[in-house]
């Protein structure tokens, strides 16, 4: 089992930035537990379902973005330190949102689907106001 941890928001005005952060940890994890697990973040607006925003390879080498965010989010990890980042820039008022940071199986078939991730945290609230 293991237990996310972001870290990271906050109110931010638009055009400016923020980096999110979220640690993984459990009762028998270690650094090579968590070069195991492809990693992603997701977000939740009010009113919205829950919505994929980025992910990453096992190993960092391979990142998936949605469209909207491309660009302008970049999803990296530092398996050293069971660390995965989700730096923010140019963020605009829609980015307002819960995100959430994921753990999902090492060779993920589907890298944006909420259905591959099995372990999530809580999650830390993005304000963009315009």
């Known amino acids: 089992q293991v237990e996310l941890v972001e870290s990271g928001g906050g109110l931010v005005q638009a055009g400016g930035s923020l980096r999110l952060s979220c640690v993984a940890s459990?009762?028998?994890?270690?650094?090579?537990?968590?070069?195991?697990?492809?990693m992603g973040w997701f977000r939740q607006a009010p009113g919205n379902e829950r919505e994929f925003v980025a992910a990453?390879?096992?190993?960092?080498?391979?990142?998936y973005y949605v469209d909207s965010v491309k660009g302008r989010f970049t999803i990296s990890r530092d398996n050293a330190k069971n660390t995965v980042y989700l730096q923010m820039i140019s963020l605009k008022p829609e980015d307002t949102a819960v995100y959430y940071c994921?753990?999902?199986?090492?060779?993920?078939?589907?890298?944006?689907?909420?259905?591959?991730?099995?372990?999530w945290g809580q999650g830390t609230a993005v304000t963009v106001s315009s």
């Open positions: 990453v390879s096992w190993s960092g080498g391979i990142t």
């Open positions: 994921a753990a999902g199986p090492r060779w993920a078939v589907a890298p944006r689907a909420l259905s591959e991730f099995g372990s």
């Open positions: 459990g009762r028998t994890f270690s650094t090579y537990t968590f070069s195991t697990y492809t």
